[in-house]
């Protein structure tokens, strides 16, 4: 009997779990797995607001793929994913093509700019890795070199985020307790430098509780942390931007404008045919695309409606984990030809970061603030990593620091 081929593509959350439950419950005799991506790691997404404001280092991020799948089990191919011809149930790869019996989509997200001019160009993204890192070396480089240049610029002292979700806010609060580090580092006052949001809905965070928004403005502002809301960027440049705000442009110099308004599924996903809504795929209960029996979509590529509020569920870690749950289980049906089962999602609350030992959530039908919050960040964070790769992999990428 020939064995079935299984192609995930892409090791983020989704991605990642998906292959971590399949190695542990279908037999090498049953399937073969492979695991395509980019890198040789799997990172977390909700800590690279850290990596890019400097309180985290982008070594703590990565996982090393190999630590959690084994590679007698799973075929790790490293290579970036061209196109998907599921007409031909097949990949094109950078470097080859794959056939597949079943696929996993989980290619994950890339920036949104929506035409802004000179956004692409001239501003930075927290979307992966290397991405934070030039975030974080952009940073320390304008501070290095404003006591370096005749004529002082301020320009290199202001850093503006464009948007008030959660990735601006919560890089915004990391990159508040930061900036006194720095200004210490390179003898500058902290008054002179500048943290502006700028957001084009009346208020930030929105879905939050307005408790909570009002705690998380409070925080960021004690901070240095500027907020203009009801404004929309209009222009990107290297030493400046444009927003417009009641109908009157201003023009802001910065040389760190930070893009975090927006994203969109992969375009890999768009541009192999797949029916899509808005760039993603709006998937059946059992999480496979409307138009192919054997190809299933999961995390920031996938479209799944809240029947009750008829809104799209949003595209967080928490649903792509549970997702992948849903995918294994449906893979393993598929394989086995068993019945296959619809996904349930089970939101167990929203946390936003205000830095180390600040947050706000909703969870447990409960608002916390403050340390409390934070502490139940890092246990979700934590729950994750034994999630993934017991407790070996806790101990080494974990956040025990609960109380500072």
Same mark, same amino acid.
């Given at each position: 009997?020939?064995?079935?081929?299984?192609?995930?593509?892409?090791?983020?959350?989704?991605?990642?779990?998906?292959?971590?439950?399949?190695?542990?419950?279908?037999?090498?005799?049953?399937?073969?797995?492979?695991?395509?991506?980019?890198?040789?790691?799997?990172?977390?997404?909700?800590?690279?607001?850290?990596?890019?404001?400097?309180?985290?280092?982008?070594?703590?991020?990565?996982?090393?793929?190999?630590?959690?799948?084994?590679?007698?089990?799973?075929?790790?191919?490293?290579?970036?994913?061209?196109?998907?011809?599921?007409?031909?149930?097949?990949?094109?790869?950078?470097?080859?093509?794959?056939?597949?019996?079943?696929?996993?989509?989980?290619?994950?997200?890339?920036?949104?700019?929506?035409?802004?001019?000179?956004?692409?160009?001239?501003?930075?993204?927290?979307?992966?890795?290397?991405?934070?890192?030039?975030?974080?070396?952009?940073?320390?480089?304008?501070?290095?070199?404003?006591?370096?240049?005749?004529?002082?610029?301020?320009?290199?002292?202001?850093?503006?985020?464009?948007?008030?979700?959660?990735?601006?806010?919560?890089?915004?609060?990391?990159?508040?307790?930061?900036?006194?580090?720095?200004?210490?580092?390179?003898?500058?006052?902290?008054?002179?430098?500048?943290?502006?949001?700028?957001?084009?809905?009346?208020?930030?965070?929105?879905?939050?509780?307005?408790?909570?928004?009002?705690?998380?403005?409070?925080?960021?502002?004690?901070?240095?942390?500027?907020?203009?809301?009801?404004?929309?960027?209009?222009?990107?440049?290297?030493?400046?931007?444009?927003?417009?705000?009641? $109908?009157?442009?201003?023009?802001?110099?910065?040389?760190?404008?930070?893009?975090?308004?927006?994203?969109?599924?992969?375009?890999?996903?768009?541009?192999?045919?797949?029916?899509?809504?808005? $760039?993603?795929?709006?998937?059946?209960?059992?999480?496979?695309?409307?138009?192919?029996?054997?190809?299933?979509?999961?995390?920031?590529?996938?479209?799944?409606?809240?029947?009750?509020?008829?809104?799209?569920?949003?595209?967080?870690?928490?649903?792509?984990?549970?997702?992948?749950?849903?995918?294994?289980?449906?893979?393993?049906?598929?394989?086995?030809?068993?019945?296959?089962?619809?996904?349930?999602?089970?939101?167990?609350?929203?946390?936003?970061?205000?830095?180390?030992?600040?947050?706000?959530?909703?969870?447990?039908?409960?608002?916390?603030?403050?340390?409390?919050?934070?502490?139940?960040?890092?246990?979700?964070?934590?729950?994750?990593?034994?999630?993934?790769?017991?407790?070996?992999?806790?101990?080494?990428?974990?956040?025990?620091?609960?109380?500072?």
């Amino acid at each position: 009997m020939n064995k079935k081929h299984i192609v995930i593509l892409g090791a983020g959350y989704g991605g990642m779990m998906t292959a971590a439950k399949l190695q542990k419950t279908l037999h090498t005799n049953e399937a073969v797995i492979t695991l395509i991506n980019k890198n040789d790691y799997h990172y977390q997404t909700t800590w690279l607001h850290e990596n890019a404001a400097g309180t985290l280092h982008h070594d703590r991020t990565k996982i090393k793929i190999k630590d959690v799948i084994d590679s007698n089990k799973v075929n790790i191919v490293l290579d970036e994913v061209i196109c998907i011809k599921p007409e031909e149930k097949k990949v094109k790869l950078a470097n080859g093509v794959m056939n597949y019996d079943f696929l996993v989509i989980g290619l994950g997200f890339e920036p949104a700019t929506f035409g802004i001019p000179g956004l692409s160009e001239h501003a930075f993204t927290i979307g992966n890795i290397n991405n934070a890192r030039l975030i974080r070396e952009q940073l320390d480089f304008n501070f290095a070199s404003y006591h370096n240049e005749l004529e002082k610029n301020d320009a290199r002292l202001n850093i503006v985020v464009g948007g008030g979700g959660f990735t601006g806010i919560e890089f915004a609060g990391e990159l508040a307790n930061r900036i006194p580090h720095l200004c210490e580092e390179y003898d500058i006052e902290k008054t002179q430098v500048r943290i502006i949001i700028i957001e084009g809905a009346p208020t930030v965070l929105p879905g939050f509780d307005e408790r909570l928004v009002s705690y998380a403005i409070n925080s960021l502002e004690s901070r240095g942390v500027e907020f203009i809301n009801g404004a929309l960027l209009k222009e990107c440049n290297q030493d400046y931007i444009v927003y417009e705000k009641d $109908g009157k442009r201003t023009e802001l110099p910065t040389m760190t404008t930070i893009w975090a308004a927006g994203v969109r599924a992969n375009s890999v996903v768009e541009r192999s045919g797949f029916e899509t809504n808005r $760039g993603k795929v709006e998937v059946r209960n059992d999480l496979r695309t409307p138009d192919f029996e054997d190809v299933f979509v999961i995390g920031d590529c996938a479209l799944i409606k809240n029947e009750a509020t008829g809104k799209a569920f949003p595209p967080t870690a928490q649903i792509a984990i549970q997702q992948a749950e849903t995918v294994a289980h449906n893979v393993r049906a598929k394989v086995r030809r068993n019945e296959l089962k619809s996904f349930c999602p089970n939101l167990q609350g929203t946390i936003a970061s205000l830095g180390n030992d600040d947050a706000i959530a909703e969870v447990f039908g409960r608002n916390l603030f403050g340390w409390k919050a934070a502490f139940m960040k890092k246990m979700s964070d934590n729950r994750y990593l034994l999630k993934l790769g017991g407790i070996g992999l806790l101990m080494k990428k974990g956040k025990f620091n609960f109380f500072y």
